[in-house]
């Protein structure tokens, strides 16, 4: 190994170990990125199957997006919201035509604050009426704010934190009974995530979400999706609710959504979107001109490039080369489109180390779910190569 790349890393694992915070424990030192592939310090290449987590969805360094960066970011790249600037509204309006019909936009900066800018809107609207319970799932995860905390529905990224912040409530995901009974005369909200990500990629049942719709038509209450991980194309629809027939209240984006450049984004339906007058809510970078070009140039991309008919057809050839991976360690194969967890029997952090010594990034979820999550630009043979190297993972 050549010394000189050698020198580099441990100059930088020093520099992470004298200088961060330990909150995350990351062992690869990552400094280039094209299409579906990374590499690392060393020069070694790897299948990006992580996509840094459902975000770089057009794959790493799109030209498209490297470019409507830097012209942006030539011209204006922030105003703050005291102003107008030229960009947020075409953003917004394309949100819309994708499908969120009478919605309204708000722009923040990640998914814990896209959440907690729907946890305000649904508090705000049940202001009216004394309600402000948020009923949200089991297994579910919306954030690291203190809010978005109590509302995720695994109690161990809340330990060490509490008190929690009241007004939530979690039950069985997939589980209309144990939903309804919960829901009280204080309860104005409903969050869930169509497809849950970090408790497993575990998907609605279809059945489920129309009747969890017609419960909240019923009761005046706001159903809340947190697309956050599973909007943006990851499911085969540009919106993951769009596979599922019914439209929420009130919707949130973030990770993909510029494919990498910091942002957030609310959708709400213009009767509750409005309870949100001037001065309710707030966010100094939200919807900045250099944010909303990454993100207009990741939709228009989606579109010129047909991501939405790739993302289904390598979808059908994962899932059909998973199925047929022979493993005894194999229990389950579950998702929509390229959001995939393989229940295995054996320890998923061996599985996901296995694969990157082999040249493969995938993910772990929930306890014991290998996630893929691979760009939507990836190709067949990006698929072979995928399967090859978890076949040998999980021999
Ligand atoms: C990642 C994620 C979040 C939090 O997003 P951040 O940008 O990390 O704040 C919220 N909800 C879901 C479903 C997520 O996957």
Redesign the pocket.
Known sequence: MNTKEQKKAEGIKSAYAENLMRTYAPELILVKGQGAYVWDVYGKRYLDFGAG?SVCNLGHCHPALTEAISAQAARLVHTSNLYMNDVQPLLARKLVEKGFDDGLAFFCN????A?EGAIKLARKYGSATGRFKIITMQDS????TLA?LAATGRGKYRNGFSPDMPGFAHVPFNDFEALSNAIDKDTVAVMI?PVQ??GGIIPADPEYLKKVRALCDARDIVLIF?E??CGMGRTGYFYAFQGYGIQPDAMTL??ALANGFPI?ALLARKKFASVLSPGTHASTFGGNPLACAAALATIKTFDEEKILENCRAMSELLFAGIRKIASKKIIQVRGRGLMIGIVVACDVRKVVADCAANGLLVLQAGEGVVRLLPPLVIDRNDVDSALEILAEALK
Request: proline residues 0%; negative net charge; charged residues 30%.
């Open positions: 987590i990640s998914g814990a604050e959440n995860f919306h954030g690291r978005t995530e990500g970090e947190d956050v991980q973030a990770k957030g």
